[in-house]
């Protein structure tokens, strides 16, 4: 059974840093493109950042220069490092686990990131 969990999550005021960690289990990260999502309530979820197996880093335009996407197959854990965090990044954070050959999708249970003014 495939598990993701995801942590790291808390209320930080505007301008501080998070870094969000997402381990999995059940599976392992080879062959895998990595990616952070985020959703606010009444809202789509939206794309963060993504990793490809190669090491290929994608931004959002509103997180590029702020935030940092990383893995380590070894521990099948991929990261994000927020820093300069404004309000409107407050959302439920979720990481996402897809499959180079079979493009399935596996997601966490989501973190909470609140960033007060």
């Known amino acids: 059974q495939v598990q993701l969990v995801e942590s790291g999550g808390g209320l930080v005021q505007a301008g501080g840093s998070l870094r969000l960690s997402c381990t999995a289990s059940g599976i392992t990260f080879s062959f895998k493109n990595l990616g952070w999502y985020r959703q606010v309530p009444g809202k789509q979820r939206d794309l963060v950042a993504t990793i490809t197996r190669a090491g290929s880093t994608n931004y959002a335009d509103s997180v590029k220069g702020r935030f940092t996407i990383s893995r380590d197959n070894a521990k099948n854990t991929v990261y994000l490092q927020m820093n300069s965090l404004k309000p409107e990044d407050t959302a439920v954070y979720y990481c996402?686990?897809?499959?180079?050959?079979?493009?399935?999708?596996?997601w966490g249970q989501g973190t909470q990131v609140t960033v007060s003014s």
């Open positions: 996402n686990v897809e499959d180079v050959f079979s493009r399935r999708n596996y």
